[in-house]
């Protein structure tokens, strides 16, 4: 099994520009999740859906959108990306259900000029 | 929302030697797990435990969630356990929300 597949590894943008990080996950997962990570710190939750259908704001949601495409699939996207958006971004998946491991992708490193 | 802090920031060792990493967490949780990031930044699950005690070779762990915090113990201490350990939980009121610690950085010398 893949796992958790996100796409692309890497992307440069200029400020303004706009893109779709996707994330795939064929474990039959019900909750996924977007992450950031910035150079030398923790992972910071971005977004989450804890069912597909539904969607909810994390610690830094501001600057992005998501959509739970179907039960495999959440994308995160960048409307008009910034500088301050230049980061790891990780995707994750858990069974659900309020219980059970996160799963992580293998990251996506994005840059903005 | 939960609060997750992870002590020391920093550690180096020996090869061989023993090491203690901690996480306090604010909230009551059902959900705590411990990650390591290698190198190369992969996040390598280690053991999802909120609570008790479990052991996978080298490595284990404990939550004591009544007293709101966790801990890893890594025992003679190879090179390849160098890296970032972080914890992360979820507390019983916001369940779906995994939150972070900023981590533990071990550097273990040869």
């Known amino acids: 099994n893949a796992g958790v597949t996100q796409t692309p590894k890497f992307q440069v943008l200029k400020t303004g520009q706009s893109m779709t990080l996707q994330c795939a996950q064929d474990?039959?997962?019900?909750?996924m999740y977007w992450y950031r990570q910035d150079p030398g710190m923790g992972l910071r939750l971005i977004y989450y859906s804890a069912s597909e259908g539904t969607t909810d704001k994390g610690e830094v949601p501001n600057g992005y959108n998501v959509s739970r495409l179907n039960k495999r699939e959440f994308s995160l996207r960048l409307e008009s990306a910034a500088p301050s958006q230049t980061s790891v971004y990780f995707c994750a998946s858990r069974a659900g259900g309020g219980a059970g491991e996160l799963f992580f992708g293998e990251g996506s490193r994005l840059t903005v000029l | 929302g939960i609060q997750v802090e992870q002590s020391p920031p920093d550690l180096i060792l020996q090869e061989g030697a023993n090491s203690t990493l901690r996480c306090n967490f604010s909230d009551s949780v059902n959900n705590l797990q411990w990650f390591h990031q290698n190198p190369w930044g992969q996040l390598i699950n280690l053991f999802y435990?909120?609570?008790g005690t479990k052991q996978n070779g080298r490595l284990s762990a404990t939550t004591v969630a009544t007293e709101r915090y966790s801990l890893l113990y890594i025992s003679s201490s190879q090179t390849t356990d160098s890296g970032v350990y972080f914890c992360a939980a979820a507390s019983t009121s916001g369940t779906y929300k995994y939150i972070f610690g900023t981590g533990t950085r071990l550097k273990v010398l040869a």
């Open positions: 435990i909120p609570s």
């Open positions: 474990m039959n997962h019900n909750s």
